[in-house]
């Protein structure tokens, strides 16, 4: 559509960055998460070698990432849990007015997050992939949020920083506090990291990759 047939407004807001925030499951959900919580323990007990990988790339916490990135094609769990993100994924999908052209999107990548007091996931992306996302499954009081950057902040290379009573859209920030029972979604390409959980419980989660195949 040429911009010159929309324009009735002088400033006009374009190339919006989304987030999906929506419950798992609209019915079902408090027994289908305590079961999957149980699960989420039981992958850490049975994954040594995760968790030896977790000793030197995630401190004080641990991930299946460097183990098993599958638990979607191991786990009955883990793949009903699939099966519900990718309803998920297609309502983003069409939100965001992808063309599949007769493919669809797929969830290639599926693996746990165990973070203890202390444990930071430091900023990164997910390259290769369409739409990532995370799955709550435990979010304790004063557990970490996740934090979202602005795309654009390393193309803004002489720009004056921001008011601090900026209005909310031109924040480069975004911090979103998590409930269990959520499923978040975003395009691959938003940088995000999760400060020190600063809990004392477990803040668990489980993230995936989908991918257009
Ligand atoms: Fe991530």
């Given at each position: 559509m040429p911009l010159g047939s929309t324009l009735t407004m002088p400033i006009q807001s374009w190339f919006p960055t989304s987030l999906y925030v929506e419950?798992?499951?609209?019915?079902?959900l408090a027994r289908f998460n305590r079961e999957l919580l149980e699960q989420c323990y039981l992958v850490r007990d049975t994954d040594p070698h995760g968790v030896e990988w977790s000793d030197e790339h995630y401190v004080n916490g641990y991930t299946s990432y460097g183990s098993m990135t599958d638990l979607h094609l191991r786990y009955p769990h883990f793949e009903d849990l699939a099966k519900a993100i990718g309803r998920h994924a297609q309502k983003f999908a069409r939100h965001l007015d992808m063309d599949l052209q007769g493919g669809s999107l797929r969830m290639s990548s599926c693996w746990v997050n165990i973070m203890p007091a202390n444990t930071v996931h430091s900023l990164h992306l997910h390259p290769l992939s369409v739409i990532s996302g995370t799955y709550y499954v435990k979010v304790p009081k004063d557990a970490s949020s996740i934090k979202f950057e602005d795309p654009r902040l390393s193309s803004m290379m002489a720009a004056p920083p921001k008011l601090?009573?900026?209005?909310?859209?031109?924040?480069q920030f975004v911090t979103l506090q998590p409930k269990a029972g959520q499923v978040a979604l975003w395009e691959s390409w938003l940088r995000h990291e999760v400060p020190s959980?600063?809990?004392?419980?477990d803040r668990i989660s489980i993230s995936f990759n989908f991918d257009w195949v």
């Open positions: 419950p798992l499951l609209a019915n079902g601090e009573g900026m209005r909310p859209r031109n924040q959980n600063r809990s004392e419980e």
